[in-house]
């Protein structure tokens, strides 16, 4: 591996855009290392966001985007390294350089196709995630967003375009994109610290300055700014640097986000717990012994029902195990999905008598009944006898 230290990632990366490279930033956060926070107005919460000191930020440069100057056709060349005279070599000169190399005398030329140029940072990072309204574009109205929190961060910290840079990123399996704000200075100069300081007005302060640079003047009654314009303009999103997402900068589309988090407040998320809704239903889906267990927890999450905190739980009395619940609530209720195997007359009796013992010990006990098997043909009845027993309690 051919690595160069000392580089850093700033806006260069946006430059060598506009020059035509090939630009990919990400963001691999870390779980243990992220503070969450909500964006609220009253209960309602509007957003979330991360924050992560000393965040994982990748900057991959793919190569160069070339125009053919017949078909107009874009192509993208990657880069070449001659690792015999410690040279980097566009395509097009690196069937020559097997002859023009200038250590080829005194051993074999060795060339590394194909590579990608790859920059590490350890930055300070926050994450802004926003629900999508249903019927926009998610690249234009996460690239708007993006781009006016980054115009307002500046405005609120008085930086420079080199300071911080942002990006969208889609998240895994929904149509949502996360806007991820870095701090161009490796290790963090504070200022996205300081922006989570739930002590201070600093969160309010950059909100109010996204209605400044969206030519907002009030909301009710609306009213705009005398500059205002169209859809973008040089006063409010567009930038040199930006000039590639131009097309996606539309400052509208972000007017109905705007008039909810409007006096909206930050405040450390209540559940600190990093997973997800979604991860931890595809976590407990993977301690599931039967496709039915999985069903009832679709069902669970169909119905706004808190999901179990735990899957094939046993519990033990005097060190003893006497029963396995198939979902645990904490601190003392315990989930059983019968399905058709608990038919036979031995295996209820059994069931009975693991279940009683739990029951004497003052704990809650939920029997799922699917032991017709009539859920293969009619899979509502899942969810209907969920309601029913949960309702119960
Ligand atoms: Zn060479
Ligand atoms: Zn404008």
Not at 11 to 26: P, S
Request: net charge negative; glycine share 4%.
């Amino acid at each position: 591996m051919y690595s160069r230290s000392g580089s850093r990632i700033t806006c260069d990366e946006e430059n060598r855009k506009i020059k035509g490279y090939d630009i990919v930033i990400n963001y691999k956060h870390n779980l243990s290392n992220i503070s969450k926070y909500e964006i609220k107005s009253g209960d309602e919460i509007n957003g979330a966001m991360t924050y992560e000191h000393n965040g994982k930020i990748f900057v991959v440069n793919r190569g160069v985007i070339v125009k053919s100057k017949t078909t107009n056709e874009k192509s993208l060349q990657s880069f070449h390294y001659c690792s015999t005279c410690s040279k980097w070599l566009y395509e097009s000169t690196v069937a020559d350089h097997y002859e023009k190399c200038p250590k080829k005398e005194r051993t074999q030329v060795n060339i590394h196709k194909d590579l990608w140029l790859f920059i590490e940072g350890n930055q300070d990072v926050v994450s802004f995630e926003f629900l999508l309204a249903t019927d926009v574009d998610a690249i234009s109205y996460y690239t708007t967003l993006k781009e006016t929190i980054l115009q307002s961060l500046m405005l609120t910290y008085n930086l420079d375009e080199s300071d911080i840079n942002g990006f969208i990123n889609p998240i895994h399996g929904k149509k949502e994109h996360s806007i991820v704000i870095f701090e161009t200075e490796e290790g963090g100069t504070g200022v996205l610290k300081s922006l989570l300081n739930t002590s201070t007005t600093q969160f309010e302060k950059f909100i109010e300055n996204m209605f400044l640079i969206l030519h907002i003047k009030s909301l009710e009654p609306y009213d705009e700014t005398m500059d205002a314009c169209i859809t973008a303009c040089y006063n409010c999103l567009l930038r040199f640097r930006n000039q590639f997402e131009h097309k996606f900068l539309k400052r509208k589309l972000i007017l109905p986000l705007m008039l909810k988090i409007d006096k909206a407040i930050l405040s450390p998320a209540e559940n600190q717990n990093i997973e997800s809704l979604s991860d931890r239903l595809d976590n407990l889906k993977s301690k599931c012994d039967s496709e039915l267990e999985k069903d009832v927890l679709d069902a669970i999450v169909k119905l706004k029902l808190p999901l179990p905190d735990k899957a094939q739980e046993t519990f033990y009395l005097d060190g003893a195990p006497i029963a396995k619940a198939d979902f645990f609530y904490s601190p003392n209720k315990y989930i059983f999905v019968d399905g058709p195997p608990h038919a036979p007359e031995n295996i209820r009796e059994e069931d009975k008598i693991k279940r009683d013992k739990l029951d004497s010990k003052g704990n809650i006990i939920i029997e799922l009944d699917f032991i017709d098997g009539k859920y293969d043909e009619d899979p509502s009845l899942i969810e209907k006898e969920v309601k029913k027993e949960f309702d119960r309690l």
